[in-house]
C-alpha cells in the first residue's frame, strides 16, 4: 500500500478494507483547475498544514463543496517538498489519533502542487510570481511559527540577512517577509487585485505581525524608489489587501515510531520519518489529536473558500481576539507550559504520563481553573468553561498522543509574556495584589530552575532550543550544585519584561518567585516536594 498507487481502484479498494479514507473526487480535475485558476497558497508546509487546514479542504473537495486546491509553499526547509512531497506526488496520510482509543487515517490530496519560495529555483518562483498575478487567487495563508514573521534576531536588533536585504537593496530579498512583500508587489503591478494575506500561526495579533513585517520592507522600498508610487497605499488599502488575525489550536506532534508501526502492521508502506538539512522531523503521514479549532477575522476583499462548511470560524476581529486570549492566555497554553517545564525537570516524556502523575495533573487543573479562568473573557462562540474541560479531561490526557514536554519548552522566553504575563497584567488592572497568586509563581520559579539545566534528580538534561537560551542559562549557571538566588543574582532575569510581560520587582512577586526557587533549588527531590506542598496546600 502506497500513497501513489491510490488512484487505481484494486488498491483504493484495499485502503478501505484497512480502514483508510481516501476521497471520491478527480483529483486531476482539481489540480487542472487550480492550476489554472489558484484561490488559495499556503505558505508553510510541515504538519500542522497536512494535518488541519488541507484536511479540511480535502473534505469540502470531497463532498463537493469546492472545486480547488491549495498550493502548497515551503518558505524556509526547501528539503520539506523534496523529500517529503514531490516523491508522493504531494498527497500525504492524515493518521488521528482519538483520546477513546480509536485511529482514524484519511489520504489527504488536497494540495494541488508544492512550490518553493527559492529564488534560485527559477521554474518554482516563476510560478509562484505566475500564482500571485492571477486575478483568481483570494487567500494566502501562512504556519510559518511565530519566529517566520520577525525581522530581528534575539538581541532585538535587525536581523543580519534583513539588514542586508535592506542596506544593499537586494531585490528580490531573501527573507520570506521580503519575499512575500515581493510577490505582491507583482500582484499589484499586474493589476492590484484584492487579497486576503492570512497568518494561521499560534501567536498573538498574528495578522498583525504579518502586515508590519510585509510594510516594514515595502515602506523601504517606496523611500528608496524601487517600488512604483502606489505600492505601499495598495497594502494599506482594506478594500484590497487585509491581513486578519486568527486563532489555530490542533496539536500535531512529530512523525512518531509507534504510529509507524502501527501503519507497518496494514501494509502501508510510506512510514520513512525524514529528518532534514535544517533538523525538521516530517514523514508522508502526520499524526495529529482530533480536536481542532480555526477562528479567522472574515476579512476577505476578494473572497475566500468555503472553509467555514468545514467547521472553520469566521467572525469580526474583537471575537478573534477574545478567543485567542481565552486559548493563549488561560484555557491551554500556560498549562502546556507549566507541564512543558515540569516534564523536563521531572524527566518524563510525555504529556499524557505527566497527567497520569497526581501533583501535575492537580496542578495544571487548579492553575487553570482558579488562577485563569477568573479573568478570561468570554468569546462567545466558544465557551471557556466548555474549552478548558476539554483540554483537561480529553486532549492532555490523550494516551494516544505522542507529545513531550521538550517539544513544549521550545522558545519558552518568547511565551511567557502572553501565557503569563497577559493574566498579569488583567490582575493588575483590577487592583489585585499578584504575590497572593499561588500556581503561577510556582511556574515562573520553575522556569528557573529549569534554566539551570540540572533535573530534580540532579542530573544535566539538555535544554529545548530557545533564542535567548544561551544567554539565560549563562546567568542561571551559578545556581547549579543548589546555591542560593537573592534580589540581586536574580534580578538579571525576573526585571525583564520582554520575557514575564512586567518587571516582576515592580510588585511583589519577584521576592515569592525567589523564594519558591530557593526551595526548588534546595538539593534532589525539591522540586517534586514544591509541587506536592503546593496542591497539598
Avoid at 512543558?340 to 497527567?355: H, N, P, T, W
Wanted: aromatic share 10%; net charge negative.
Amino acid at each position: 500500500m502506497k500513497l501513489l498507487n491510490t488512484d487505481k481502484e484494486e488498491v483504493r479498494k484495499e485502503f478501505a478494507d484497512k480502514g483508510y479514507e481516501i476521497g471520491a473526487y478527480d483529483r486531476e480535475d482539481v489540480r487542472t483547475l487550480t492550476r489554472r485558476e489558484p484561490s488559495w497558497v499556503h505558505f508553510g508546509t510541515g504538519n500542522i498544514f497536512r494535518a488541519f487546514p488541507a484536511a479540511v479542504l480535502d473534505r469540502l473537495l470531497d463532498e463537493g463543496l469546492y472545486d480547488k486546491g491549495v498550493v502548497a509553499v515551503e518558505g524556509f526547509d526547501y528539503d520539506i517538498i523534496g523529500k517529503a512531497y514531490k516523491p508522493y506526488d504531494d498527497l500525504s496520510l492524515l493518521v488521528t489519533l482519538k483520546s477513546d482509543g480509536s485511529i482514524a487515517k484519511r489520504v489527504i490530496g488536497s494540495v494541488a502542487e508544492s512550490l518553493t519560495c527559492d529564488f534560485d529555483n527559477e521554474a518554482d518562483i516563476n510560478r509562484l510570481k505566475e500564482i500571485f498575478e492571477c486575478a483568481s487567487l483570494q487567500m494566502v495563508s501562512f504556519t510559518i511559527t511565530e519566529k517566520g514573521y520577525s525581522l530581528k534576531g534575539a538581541d532585538g536588533t535587525i536581523s543580519s540577512v534583513v539588514r542586508e536585504d535592506l542596506d544593499n537593496r537586494i531585490f528580490p530579498p531573501r527573507h520570506l517577509m521580503g519575499k512575500t512583500a515581493w510577490l505582491l508587489y507583482m500582484r499589484y503591478r499586474a493589476g492590484a487585485f484584492p487579497v486576503a494575506m492570512t497568518s494561521m500561526d499560534n501567536c498573538s495579533h498574528n495578522g498583525d505581525r504579518l502586515k508590519e513585517a510585509v510594510l516594514a520592507y515595502a515602506d523601504d522600498w517606496a523611500k528608496k524608489g524601487l517600488v512604483d508610487e502606489g505600492f505601499t497605499a495598495y497594502l494599506r488599502d482594506e478594500n484590497k489587501v487585509t491581513f486578519p488575525l486568527s486563532m489555530i489550536d490542533k496539536i500535531t506532534p512529530r512523525p512518531d515510531a509507534n504510529v509507524v508501526e502501527m501503519l507497518k502492521k496494514d501494509g502501508f508502506e510510506d512510514t520513512d520519518i525524514i529528518v532534514t538539512d535544517k533538523h525538521t522531523y516530517t514523514a508522508p503521514f502526520v499524526n495529529a489529536e482530533e480536536t481542532q479549532y480555526l477562528v479567522i477575522e472574515d476579512k476577505f476583499p476578494g473572497g475566500r473558500p468555503p472553509l467555514d462548511k468545514g467547521g472553520v470560524y469566521f467572525t469580526d476581529r474583537q471575537t478573534v481576539d477574545k478567543v485567542e486570549k481565552m486559548k493563549v492566555c488561560t484555557c491551554l497554553n500556560p498549562l502546556h507550559t507549566a507541564l512543558a517545564v515540569f516534564g523536563c525537570l521531572l524527566s518524563y516524556d510525555s504529556i499524557s504520563k505527566e497527567m497520569k502523575d497526581e501533583d501535575l495533573s492537580t496542578f495544571v487543573r487548579s492553575m487553570g481553573y482558579t488562577e485563569g479562568m477568573p479573568v478570561v473573557v468570554n468569546p462567545g462562540i466558544i465557551k471557556p468553561e466548555t474549552f478548558i474541560d476539554e483540554v483537561l479531561n480529553r486532549r492532555l490526557v490523550n494516551p494516544f498522543m505522542p507529545d513531550t514536554p521538550q517539544r513544549i519548552a521550545c522558545d519558552t522566553s518568547q511565551k511567557l509574556p502572553i501565557r503569563f504575563g497577559v493574566t498579569l497584567k488583567s490582575y493588575l488592572d483590577k487592583g489585585d495584589d499578584v504575590s497572593e497568586l499561588k500556581f503561577i509563581p510556582v511556574v515562573l520559579a520553575g522556569y528557573l530552575r529549569y534554566l539551570t539545566g540540572v533535573n530534580d534528580e540532579g542530573e544535566d538534561f539538555e535544554l529545548s532550543p530557545d533564542p535567548l537560551l544561551e544567554e539565560l542559562t549563562g546567568i542561571m549557571r551559578e545556581f547549579r550544585g543548589y546555591r542560593q538566588g537573592d534580589e540581586t543574582s536574580l534580578r538579571p532575569v525576573l526585571s525583564r519584561k520582554d520575557i514575564f510581560g512586567i518587571d516582576l520587582y515592580e510588585t511583589h512577586l519577584a521576592q515569592k518567585v525567589t523564594g519558591i526557587f530557593n526551595e526548588m533549588n534546595a538539593g534532589k527531590g525539591s522540586v517534586r516536594q514544591v509541587l506536592h506542598k503546593t496542591v497539598s496546600g
